[in-house]
T-cell receptor
Framework: SQQGEEDPQALSIQEGENATMNCSYK?????LQWYRQNSGRGLVHLIL?????REKHSGRLRVTLDTSKKSSSLLITASRAADTASYFC?????????????FGSGTRLSIRP | EAGVAQSPRYKIIEKRQSVAFWCNPI?????LYWYQQILGQGPKLLIQ????????DSQLPKDRFSAERLKGVDSTLKIQPAKLEDSAVYLC????????????FGSGTRLTVV
């Protein structure tokens, strides 16, 4: 299967702490994206990092990409209760006519008040 | 800018019945995707269109699932006949092109097969 793997599968932290989620993939990629999904809702795009980038920031989010290890991490700093959700990485695999976006298995993040 | 529209929002059917889902992508988006998301899992790509042509349908169960995008805009996904294991959220997404630029999801259709 080309599906990416994420770890941990579930993470529970105290409000205010930092949360780190990891994503590993198997193929060469064009870009990698992170999404958030609240229970029963659609996927919301958070951030995109291209294969020639190593780190990207957006507000309290920090994404890193290591193409040599085929892995990415998402760091959420100073977590809030509203950050409780599932987080998925998704990567563009292949090039040109063969490219498609593949999702990881997800990390369920719970923020304790 | 209007997002990706999907309908219906929810659907409950009995096994062996048929069901159809509709998706209207963002205007100008050439690439359209249908995903199946089973509870607790990540979305699985079922089919990808580029305009009105199929780019990838390798994970589409073709004995019961079909999809079309006749005019390169709206798309429908059909299941006939439905099985219990088809219970999932069916997500439609669109992007400007196959690089995934402007990749946007609809809110999905939650299907329950009883």
């Amino acid at each position: 299967s080309q599906q990416g793997e994420e770890d941990p599968q579930a993470l529970s932290i105290q409000e205010g702490e930092n949360a780190t989620m990891n994503c590993s993939y198997k193929t060469s990629i064009n870009n990698l994206q992170w999404y958030r999904q609240n229970s029963g809702r659609g996927l919301v795009h958070l951030i995109l990092i291209r294969s020639n980038e190593r780190e990207k920031h957006s507000g309290r989010l920090r994404v890193t990409l290591d193409t040599s290890k085929k892995s990415s991490s998402l760091l959420i700093t100073a977590s809030r209760a509203a950050d409780t959700a599932s987080y998925f990485c998704a990567y563009l695999s292949g090039y040109s006519s063969a490219s498609k976006i593949i999702f990881g298995s997800g990390t369920r993040l719970s923020i304790r008040p | 800018e209007a997002g990706v529209a999907q309908s219906p929002r929810y659907k409950i059917i009995e096994k062996r019945q048929s069901v159809a889902f509709w998706c209207n992508p963002i205007s100008g988006h050439a690439t359209l995707y249908w995903y199946q998301q089973i509870l607790g899992q990540g979305p699985k790509l079922l089919i990808q269109f580029q305009n009105n042509g199929v780019v990838d349908d390798s994970q589409l169960p073709k004995d019961r699932f079909s999809a079309e995008r006749l005019k390169g805009v709206d798309s429908t996904l059909k299941i006939q006949p439905a099985k219990l294991e088809d219970s999932a959220v069916y997500l439609c997404a669109s992007s400007l092109d196959r690089t995934g630029d402007g990749y946007t999801f609809g809110s999905g259709t939650r299907l329950t097969v009883v």
